[in-house]
Structures are given as structure tokens and as C-alpha cells.
């Protein structure tokens, strides 16, 4: 059974930073690329960043460009997400998930399969 | 980045069908895969549709997924209380190379 656990949220202030983290299991963690989704309090979803299962290629939401950095290690079956220059804006529920991802030349596909239950995020001074 | 647009709201009687419109471009619907999810209140999205028509294992053949130019639809037919959620639809975007999601749109079961 696939199973993604975050953890790391809080409240923090404008400027501050964060490391959020999604433990999993019930897959072949580094076969797997993986995504971070995020939902603002009464609000849609917003996709953050993607990850791909070697870890060498990445990509971010111009919302979170420069501030955020997305990892993971493999042998540790683990997700992260480091978040810099927090902002209120970044009030949300992040969710991790696990991407079906081929991108490039041709048509490409992109789904979240597997979804954890999220971990809260509160920017307030 | 919410340039995939669903109607913000659809409703239907149980037992009938409904449809679920996602209207974006060439750069994304009209060229890439697109996929459906289902949030129930207060639980997580659910992946339904992915790959414009394909439904994952466990998912009924009541949710279905089609694609035509740069729209895609999504079908639910039987209509169920327990269907009542936010549905979004998402696609990757070549231009920008990012996922794009649809604003959601939330379904009442009258």
C-alpha cells in the first residue's frame, strides 16, 4: 500500500523558512518522480515543484522560483521541500505526491497518483 | 499560473450525468496529456482520469475523460450523493514547463 506522510509544517513569519518533509512507502521510491501541491485555506490547488526520481531534474511554480528547493534522498525514501522568504501568500495545505511524470519532446503527461494528507503552513507575523 | 478554466459550479439529480468542461491551449490541453482529480470535503485529491481518458485501477467506469482541441471533458454518469466534491483538472504546460490546474469546480448532487 503506497503511503506519503508529511510532516514540517507550523506557523512562521514573513521572511522565515521552512523544511517540510513527506516520508513514503509501498513503492520503489527512486523509480518514482514526485511533486509538492499546495491548497491556500478555501482555495484550488496550485502545484509547487516537481522532482524527478534521480533527483537531477526539477521544476518550480513562478510563485515559488528562487524561494523554494525541492529534494529528496532515495535512501532514505524521502521528500522535501525547503521554503525560504516565507510569505503570507504561502498560507496553505502542501501536499505530496507521488508523479507520473514524461516531459520534452512530445506530448507530455503529468498525473499524482498517490497523495498524502498534507501539512499546514500558517505565514503570519 | 490558473489558466485552465472550469466552471465554478454543476449540479444534477442522483442517477443522472453530468459534465465537466476544462477549457485551455495549445501549449497545454491542446498538445499534452490532461488528468482529473476528485477532493471530497475534507480529504485529499483523488486522481479519476488521467492520460485525457484512462481511469486508474478502482475507479468506476461512471468517471470517464475525453479530449477534443484544447478542451477537455470530464463524465460522470449514475450520479451519487457521495459524488458531491471539487473537481480540478491539470496539464503540463510546454511553454512554461509547469503543471497547471484548473480554478475546481464543485458538484452538487441535488
Known amino acids: 500500500e503506497v503511503q506519503l506522510l508529511e510532516s514540517g509544517g507550523g506557523l512562521e513569519q514573513p521572511g522565515g523558512s521552512l523544511r517540510l518533509s513527506c516520508a513514503t512507502s509501498g513503492f520503489t521510491f527512486s523509480n518514482y518522480a514526485m511533486s509538492w501541491v499546495r491548497q491556500a485555506p478555501g482555495k484550488g490547488l496550485e502545484w509547487v515543484s516537481i522532482?524527478?526520481?534521480?533527483?537531477?531534474?526539477?521544476y518550480y511554480a513562478d510563485s515559488v522560483k528562487g524561494r523554494f528547493t525541492i529534494s529528496r534522498d532515495n535512501s532514505k525514501n524521502t521528500l522535501y521541500l525547503q521554503m525560504n522568504s516565507l510569505r503570507a501568500e504561502d498560507t496553505a495545505l502542501y501536499h505530496c505526491?507521488?508523479?507520473?511524470?514524461?516531459?520534452?519532446?512530445?506530448?507530455?503527461?503529468?498525473?499524482?497518483?498517490?497523495w498524502g494528507q498534507g501539512t499546514l503552513v500558517t505565514v503570519s507575523s | 499560473q490558473s489558466v485552465l478554466t472550469q466552471p465554478p459550479s454543476v449540479s444534477a439529480a442522483p442517477g443522472q450525468k453530468v459534465t465537466i468542461s476544462c477549457s485551455g491551449s495549445s501549449s497545454n490541453i491542446g498538445n499534452n496529456y490532461v488528468s482529473w482529480y476528485q477532493q471530497l470535503p475534507g480529504t485529499a485529491p483523488k486522481l479519476l482520469i488521467f492520460d485525457n481518458n484512462k481511469r486508474p485501477s478502482g475507479i468506476p467506469d461512471r468517471f470517464s475523460g475525453s479530449k477534443s482541441g484544447t478542451s477537455a471533458t470530464l463524465g460522470i454518469t449514475g450520479l451519487q450523493t457521495g459524488d458531491e466534491a471539487d473537481y480540478y483538472c491539470g496539464a503540463w504546460d510546454s511553454s512554461l514547463s509547469v503543471v497547471l490546474f484548473g480554478g475546481g469546480t464543485k458538484l452538487t448532487v441535488l
Open positions: 505526491a507521488k508523479t507520473g511524470v514524461v516531459v520534452g519532446a512530445g506530448t507530455a503527461r503529468v498525473y499524482f497518483d498517490y
Open positions: 522532482i524527478s526520481g534521480s533527483g537531477g531534474r526539477t
